[in-house]
């Protein structure tokens, strides 16, 4: 059974798997150099944390797509912990992996989405 991603944008949740496409950049070598990107990754993660701007990501594969200048970049390697900002993952026109049972996702979504909106109207009235 062949693995099958679809797009979500900015759609994905805790314990989704997600993968996108990230720049890579080189430091620069002077206190006023500017970085320089050095290349282009496939980034797959699963999200262990999801707190609005920042997510705590579990890299499950990393492939190299694009390289410039000959320069070897480090690949992530598996299993590690990594934090990116949410808006740095939607810019890498992110995909979700299906879940084996949507309709729990669905769920899973709704019941977060409840959770939003009891939040907010608490706020309102305090």
């Keep these: 059974m062949a693995a099958v991603w679809i797009p979500c944008g900015s759609g994905f949740i805790q314990a989704d798997v997600i993968r996108w496409t990230e720049g890579v950049w080189r430091k620069p ?63 890498g026109k992110p995909e979700r992996l299906l879940w084996s049972d949507e309709t729990a996702r669905a769920l899973l979504v709704s019941r977060c989405l409840a959770g939003d909106r009891s939040s907010d109207s608490e706020g309102a009235s305090t």
Excluded: P
Aim: proline share 0%; hydrophobic share 35%; with cysteine.
């Design 29 to 91: 070598r002077r206190n006023r150099g500017r970085a320089v990107n050095i290349g282009e990754r496939i980034v797959v993660a699963e999200v262990i944390h999801d707190d609005g701007e920042w997510l705590d990501l579990l890299v499950r594969d990393c492939t190299v797509t694009r390289e410039t200048h000959g320069l070897r970049h480090m690949m992530l390697a598996k299993n590690t912990e990594v934090r990116r900002k949410r808006h740095t993952v939607e810019k």
